[in-house]
């Protein structure tokens, strides 16, 4: 499976948490990003949650193409009534 370079943008609480991750596909790179999210705490108290939010809302409904637009998606999920808003971006492939 050829990797491909994807660039996440997560917004929670007035912070942005921007990283990029290695993946197949928009939905493994949501994935990895999760994994990396949790291990990275980078919100000590609310990483694991982000996580699992984001997690479920994909599982449930997928991610949304953004129309009119190539290689970005986008993401919603909500934790203990905040919303978290994440922006999914192919950058490269390698």
Sequence with gaps: ???????????????T???QVLAPDEVRAIEAWAQQF???RPIPRSSAHVALSVRREVAANDVSALTGLTGVWCISA?????????????SASD
């Design 1 to 15: 499976m050829t990797q491909r370079r994807f660039t996440i943008a997560c917004e929670f609480r007035g912070g």
């Design 38 to 40: 949790e291990r990275d």
């Design 78 to 90: 909500a934790v203990a009534g905040d919303l978290v808003l994440g922006s999914v971006v192919l």
């Design 17 to 19: 948490y921007i990283s």
